[in-house]
């Protein structure tokens, strides 16, 4: 029972930090469609059970699965669909609360708690509410606490979903650019800086920088996995394991396992609604909005994480739900990107090669020759009058058309010499 306590705390987790539909739109709404527990919606169709807590009695549901402790914090509710904790069906309705709770998850806990007594109570023919043979407390929450099931619910949603949705999105990303740096290996087209011409680079070059910064997030987020693998599970209330037994922590189970139209992109729907014909780069658009999303996300994670007082964080939920919400964004933005973007980018080669060989930068090439102060006399006056570098050299006198052609050669400044 207490082991299937932190579990369903982890699908409970899951489940509320989606993004769910508002009813009757087809807007996102992040809290979802909530409403007032009143005793009116309380009473329905199927009638109230009484059950008590340390609070006193009060009215529950007849045929919700929860509990007192969960009805008495449940003032807003909200419809979530998730899985039964026991047989994997659907259950609705019996888990209504969202994140905005205690910041230990206390009543998180106590909800899958109260579920999981009342199912056990169901199941053994018992009768709801009844907390016989199966108490909530005494039983599934025996040897344990919020303060440990809840971090420890909150580890493992967010190992899995690392492991099942955000490292299979980047690898997939980072496999795709992979491959375009291989394709345009030799494209040779000029570089920028300051938002400036520069030298040379192949555009292949270009993308396994892109492919490289990849890889890196993808060992910082592997690097996280063995602290998200230390379980808090056994340390009970404030880390001392009060109410178990010497060796219980032992013996928890363990987590599961210049650019401008040098590249043309795959054109996926109209980009404009008065302008035809326009189409614009809306898979680009879409996943800087979603690393905006994430950054905004990241932002309620830090002040959480900052109000951890004495021996408790009291912001866990919102923490755990901007996380797994970051992500499940980046997870699922990077195999989109990479399907409707990345595989269909193509290179415009006539348009690099004339930008390439209309750069001012080129010049630098000219510095061993004859020397850094010739060779900016001659982009200062080709920029001036508006000529090529050829032109400019050769009308400076520093050299002739022959010298220009053999020492100014873009494929040759790509790397030492």
Not at 144 to 159: C, G, L, Y
Not at 227 to 243: C, D, E, P
Not at 313 to 319: D, H, S, T, Y
């Amino acid at each position: 029972m207490r082991t299937l306590s932190w579990l369903a705390t982890r699908r409970v987790l899951l489940a509320t930090a989606k993004p769910r539909h508002a009813a009757g739109s087809g807007l996102m709404c992040p809290t979802a469609t909530r409403s007032v527990v009143t005793s009116a919606s309380m009473k329905m169709a199927t009638g109230v059970r009484k059950e008590r807590d340390t609070f006193g009695e009060l009215e529950v549901p007849a045929d919700k699965l929860y509990g007192a402790q969960t009805m008495r914090s449940a003032v807003l509710r909200v419809q979530i669909q998730l899985f039964e904790l026991i047989s994997g069906k659907l259950y609705e309705d019996h888990f209504p609360l969202v994140i905005w709770q205690t910041g230990s998850g206390t009543q998180s806990n106590m909800n899958c708690n109260e579920v999981i007594s009342n199912r056990a109570i169901q199941m053994m023919g018992g009768e709801l509410g009844s907390k016989n043979p199966v108490h909530p407390n005494d039983h599934v929450n025996k040897s344990q606490s919020s303060n440990d099931t809840f971090p420890t619910a909150m580890h493992i949603a967010v190992a899995v979903e690392i492991r099942d949705v955000l490292l299979p999105g980047l690898k997939a990303l980072h496999k795709a650019l992979l491959d375009k740096s291989k394709e345009f290996k030799d494209i040779i087209k000029i570089g920028r800086t300051h938002t400036q011409d520069a030298t040379p680079l192949t555009l292949g070059q270009e993308f396994s920088g892109y492919a490289q910064q990849i890889e890196f997030g993808i060992q910082r987020v592997e690097a996280t996995l063995p602290r998200l693998y230390m379980l808090g599970i056994g340390g009970t209330a404030v880390g001392t394991g009060l109410n178990t037994r010497i060796g219980f922590a032992e013996k928890n189970p363990s987590p599961p396992r210049c650019g401008l139209g040098e590249l043309s992109l795959p054109e996926n729907e109209p980009g404009s609604s008065i302008m035809p014909g326009k189409v614009n780069p809306t898979q680009c658009e879409a996943i800087t909005m979603v690393a905006a999303q994430v950054m905004g996300n990241n932002v309620a994670v830090t002040v959480g994480g900052s109000n951890g007082h004495f021996e408790l964080n009291v912001f866990k939920p919102v923490i755990v739900a901007n996380v797994l919400r970051s992500i499940e964004l980046i997870g699922d933005s990077c195999q989109s990107f990479v399907v409707h973007c990345v595989v269909g980018i193509k290179a415009n080669k006539d348009r690099i090669d004339k930008l390439l060989h209309d750069s001012l930068m080129l010049v630098t090439a000219l510095n061993p020759h004859i020397g850094y102060d010739k060779a900016a006399a001659i982009a200062k006056k080709a920029h001036k009058e508006g000529t090529t570098l050829k032109e400019s050299a050769i009308a400076l006198g520093h050299l002739t058309e022959e010298q220009f052609k053999q020492w100014v050669k873009p494929e040759e400044m790509l790397g030492p010499k």
